[in-house]
């Protein structure tokens, strides 16, 4: 080893405080934001009735919140650089906050999804400009143990959510799911003015607006046309197929564009980094299917089992709990042996959960099921924040910004999609069971369990509609394997390849 980099061990084997109160900042934002997804995925059964609405329409509270992020992640790489990633960080604290207030005040579904973008587009801006925050203050060697101290409290979300979220819902009103952000948010934004370091505003390009104006257009009308499937009951109708077909030509033409331009909105030069690309295609496959999974779990529990809002956060705690244990391992791990020998038998680990939920039946074991969650969220801390350090470990700071920009795109509209389809796939098997319009499956099934005469056969039915569903996503969590197979087997390059100036690291392929 040479001299230079001997005093680099002791640096990277600990985090400062300076690096620990940015984490802190960065954490509670990240908290808010989770808590509020877990948090209403219990309550959409809930939500279901309360509108009088179907599983179509009450999934674009799911749906149209991660749409919101998914459009407004692509300025966040240009912002961060143009106004200062502090002055943004508190931006997207305060739109999430209005977002929240506004959304406790709904007055009808319609209002309700509305406020729901508008919380997307502060989440959109949250999580990417703390992670280049955050990432930008550790530097890429510490990029692991960052990652770590990040995803625990980061747990608390899946863990606290559900649970929170369904004692609200019982005990006190759904409008509280929201309304539970505001004091968070007002002390993160406190926080942030005080502890956050200041970075000096880059007037660097050009903006590119004739980018922007294909890709977040080009991703809401993807995900709009593959949203719109449960409610038509096909790709044939026109409100798929034309958003659809409109949403991959601009997003097709904005590849094209930025491939030429000298400053795209999104670097697509990031992915000639082959451990870049390998992580972001798993990245897709594992947010679309365990997305998705995730989305329908809390229903299982409330619809087929009969359980409380409450009792099915509950349920879901043996989850977090797996994976808290396993995050900070995993983020050691991956900066000692490489990201490749953690993610793999993360993934192992969820796909041998998610076989259990594939024979979930209308009894099934309670103590089998928190086993399984139990599992999964020891496989899932093994993977999720594994990929993202893989993705950011070889890149030099000045590209850290926009990685993150381009990370967030893909798990965000992965994710959004995957909850789409698994949505389409649940709401059809129901009303296949049921005999029903497809947007009809989840009330036929309600009111099939609340009638005493019918409820054994439709819990039968309804269970059996679910384990269909958990095949689906067990075999597009078994495709995550593939990408996985290629992530790197070794530690990332010390940081000295980036340290001079303006010279990319040498793993970069140009």
């Known amino acids: 080893m040479t001299t230079a980099s001997e005093p680099r061990p002791a640096d990277a084997g600990k985090l400062d405080s300076a690096v620990l109160k940015v984490a802190a900042v960065v954490v509670l934002g990240s908290v808010m934001a989770i808590l509020d997804t877990t948090v209403v995925n219990v309550a959409l059964q809930a939500l279901t009735l309360e509108f009088e609405t179907s599983f179509?329409?009450?999934?674009?509270?799911?749906?149209?919140?991660?749409l919101a992020l998914a459009t407004v992640i692509p300025v966040t790489g240009w912002a961060c650089d143009r106004f200062g990633t502090k002055r943004l960080y508190m931006l997207a604290i305060t739109l999430f906050l209005a977002g929240s207030a506004l959304a406790g005040a709904a007055w009808d579904i319609e209002s309700l999804i509305v406020f729901r973008v508008l919380q997307g587009l502060g989440g959109g801006m949250?999580?990417?400009?703390?992670?280049?925050?955050?990432?930008?203050?550790?530097?890429?060697?510490?990029?692991?143990?960052?990652?770590?101290?990040?995803g625990v409290p980061m747990l608390l979300g899946p863990i606290g959510g559900p649970i929170l979220g369904g004692w609200l819902v019982d005990s006190v009103s759904w409008r509280w799911i929201f309304y539970i952000n505001v004091p968070i948010g007002v002390v993160a934004i406190l926080l942030a003015w005080k502890l956050l370091p200041?970075?000096?505003?880059?007037?660097?390009?050009?903006?590119?607006?004739?980018?922007?104006?294909?890709?977040?257009?080009?991703l809401a009308a993807l995900i709009y046309g593959v949203s719109n499937i449960p409610h038509h009951?096909?790709?044939?109708?026109?409100?798929?197929?034309l958003p659809g077909i409109i949403g991959i030509v601009l997003i097709v033409a904005f590849i094209m564009r930025a491939l030429k331009v000298a400053n795209p909105l999104v670097d697509l030069t990031l992915f000639r980094n082959r451990t870049f690309s390998i992580a972001m295609v798993t990245m897709t496959l594992f947010m679309i299917a365990f997305l998705g999974s995730m989305l329908i779990l809390?229903?299982?529990?409330?619809?087929?089992?009969?359980?409380?809002?409450?009792?099915?956060?509950?349920?879901?705690?043996?989850?977090?709990?797996?994976?808290?244990?396993?995050?900070?391992?995993?983020g050691r791990l991956v900066d000692k042996i490489g990201a490749g020998k953690v993610v793999l038998p993360g993934i192992l680990l969820i796909i041998a959960s998610v076989a259990v939920f594939t024979q979930v039946g209308a009894d099934t074991s309670y103590l089998l099921l928190m086993g399984a969650l139990f599992v999964m969220g020891l496989g899932m801390g093994m993977s999720m924040m594994p990929i993202s350090t893989a993705a950011l470990q070889t890149l030099t700071q000045r590209t850290v910004a926009r990685?993150?920009?381009?990370?967030?795109?893909?798990?965000?509209?992965?994710?959004?999609v995957g909850s789409a389809i698994v949505s389409i796939i649940l709401a059809s098997l129901l009303a296949g069971k049921f005999g029903v319009a497809t947007s009809e499956g989840q009330l036929a099934a309600t009111a099939a369990l609340m009638n005493p005469a019918t409820h054994e056969t439709a819990a039968v039915a309804s269970a059996d509609?679910?384990?269909?569903?958990?095949?689906?996503t067990l075999v597009l969590v078994a495709l995550c394997l593939i990408p996985a197979l290629f992530l790197p087997k070794k530690p990332a390059l010390p940081p000295e390849e980036d340290a001079a100036e303006g010279a990319p690291p040498a793993v970069m392929m140009h």
């Open 198 to 218: 200041k970075d000096e505003p880059r007037p660097a390009e050009k903006f590119d607006f004739a980018g922007m104006l294909m890709l977040s257009p080009g």
């Open 126 to 150: 949250l999580m990417p400009a703390g992670m280049t925050i955050l990432t930008k203050t550790a530097g890429p060697h510490r990029v692991g143990r960052v990652m770590a101290v990040l």
């Open 403 to 416: 990685a993150s920009t381009a990370m967030n795109i893909v798990q965000q509209t992965a994710g959004a």
């Open 465 to 472: 509609a679910f384990a269909s569903t958990f095949t689906w």
């Open 233 to 241: 009951g096909g790709i044939g109708a026109t409100n798929v197929w």
């Open 298 to 330: 809390p229903t299982y529990f409330v619809l087929v089992r009969g359980e409380s809002a409450l009792q099915a956060g509950l349920l879901l705690a043996p989850q977090g709990i797996g994976a808290m244990i396993t995050m900070p391992i995993a």
């Open 56 to 66: 179509d329409t009450i999934q674009w509270i799911a749906t149209g919140y991660m």
